[in-house]
């Protein structure tokens, strides 16, 4: 039976950081999903409670994407989007966080730019 562990993340936009939880506390916020500005630097942290030594396997809409404590994205790109989840392994078992999804924002550069005159009859 899988426990269900901590997922901890911090977006970093600029100067200014959001962070973001996601614990099995009733007490605590659980952030399901989030959008970020594409380029934003982006750090998903892992973390549980239990034994040590323990891994943490990162899974991106369920394949897997790499084992550590963090996951970092420098400048995140539309192709990162997605539902990520992280399954922590130590010797007396295995426990998986509840899934964070994450939507990039990809802004648009102004385009069709005109200019409207009104005359007002005097």
């Not at 936009?13 to 959008?35: D, H, I, K, M």
């Not at 323990?54 to 790499?66: D, E, L, S």
């Amino acid at each position: 039976m899988m426990k269900k562990i901590f997922l901890l993340g911090l977006v970093l936009v600029g100067l200014s950081a959001l962070v973001l939880s996601q614990t099995t506390s009733n007490t605590e916020p659980v952030v399901t999903e989030r959008t970020v500005t594409l380029n934003s630097r982006v750090v998903l942290t892992a973390s549980a409670e239990g034994t040590t030594p323990m891994t943490f396997n990162w899974y991106k809409n369920n394949v897997w994407v790499g084992i550590s404590d963090n996951l970092t994205f420098d400048r995140i790109q539309a192709s990162d989007a997605g539902t990520y989840k992280v399954v922590a392994n130590n010797s007396a078992g295995t426990a998986e966080s509840s899934p964070l999804t994450i939507t990039v924002f990809v802004p648009v550069a102004p385009n069709k730019v005109r200019i409207t005159i009104t005359v007002v009859p005097s």
